[in-house]
């Protein structure tokens, strides 16, 4: 095997790994991101319970009359 020959074999090894390292990345990155959608809506959801029970508890009470009156 002639010297250009390993080069080439060794370059293709690389890309072949670089290749898997890629496609790995990219499946982690893919779940990594289902998983930031659901934080996000659950964080939306949470928001939304959070300003309807602050809204909840700053209505004013209903006037009524002293019970000594």
Excluded: G
Excluded at 8 to 30: G, N, P
Aim: aromatic share 4%.
């Amino acid at each position: 095997m002639s010297a250009d020959d390993e080069r080439i074999t060794r370059l293709e090894e690389t890309v072949a790994h670089q290749a898997k390292t890629i496609e790995e990345l990219s499946d982690q990155l893919a779940e990594q991101w289902k998983v930031i959608e659901q934080v996000r809506a659950k964080l939306d959801r949470l928001t939304e319970r959070f300003l309807s029970l602050e809204e909840a508890s700053l209505e004013a009470p209903p006037i009524t009359k002293p019970p000594h009156f």
